[in-house]
T-cell receptor, first 116, second 112 residues
Framework: AQKVTQTQTSISVMEKTTVTMDCVYE???????LFWYKQTASGEIVFLIR??????ENATVGHYSLNFQKPKSSIGLIITATQIEDSAVYFC?????????????FGTGTRLQVSP | DPKIIQKPKYLVAVTGSEKILICEQY?????MYWYRQSAKKPLEFMFS???????DNQTASSRFQPQSSKKNHLDLQITALKPDDSATYFC???????????FGSGTRLLVI
């Protein structure tokens, strides 16, 4: 069964620094899709970035990038030049490519607090 | 303009009653989903629909029933409500089965 684990419950950083959030996943599939989402204080959930398992190059979108380490089943999210508005809960998620289930499984989330 | 509309935003219900949570998406997406988020558990998959067809059901209880009257519409009917059903219910959609999700703003349900 697929599983996503985020061990960091919360992280506090100073503004303009770089932060890395960890995520490890479990799957029996050779093909899968990894996602990061952000949930703001208002409860809104927003897609940030994705990594397809067959792609070797780490995905980058704006000041978000991924550290995809396939042998370790790890997909870390890196946020550079953090801003106050990056304060939120960040969820890692995975969908198996060939599974007979349609679901995307989410981790428990990491709360990021960015201070001025 | 919100691209996925969920109604109502807040809902208080009495134990044993029945409620319907509304979800409409205006993104032209082919797949829609329901997730539940509570303090006890992370975002938990409930249902997925593709082209108005039920693709996956991971809820343990038949008290939860999705209803799709149109391709861009996926409601969630919950019967015989229990206090444990208290949670925020999120509707989401995606272009196809392996695309990223767009989430609605959620319906916060409190069962007393």
């Amino acid at each position: 069964a697929q599983k996503v684990t985020q061990t960091q419950t919360s992280i506090s950083v100073m503004e303009k620094t770089t932060v890395t959030m960890d995520c490890v996943y479990e799957t029996q599939d050779s093909s899968y899709f990894l996602f990061w989402y952000k949930q703001t204080a208002s409860g809104e959930i927003v897609f940030l970035i994705r990594q397809d398992s067959y792609k070797k190059e780490n995905a980058t979108v704006g000041h978000y990038s991924l550290n995809f380490q396939k042998p370790k089943s790890s997909i870390g999210l890196i946020i550079t030049a953090t801003q106050i508005e990056d304060s939120a809960v960040y969820f890692c998620a995975m969908r198996e490519g060939s599974s007979n289930t349609d679901k995307v499984v989410f981790g428990t989330g990491t709360r990021l607090q960015v201070s001025p | 303009d919100p691209k996925i509309i969920q109604k109502p935003k807040y809902l208080v219900a009495v134990t044993g009653s029945e409620k319907i949570l509304i979800c409409e998406q205006y993104l032209g997406h082919n797949a829609m989903y329901w997730y539940r988020q509570s303090a006890k558990k992370p975002l938990e998959f409930m249902f997925s629909y593709s082209y108005q067809k039920l693709m996956d059901n991971q809820t343990a209880s038949s008290r939860f029933q999705p209803q799709s009257s149109k391709k861009n519409h996926l409601d969630l009917q919950i019967t015989a409500l229990k206090p444990d059903d208290s949670a925020t219910y999120f509707c989401a959609s995606s272009q196809d089965w392996n695309s990223d999700y767009t989430f609605g703003s959620g319906t916060r349900l409190l069962v007393i």
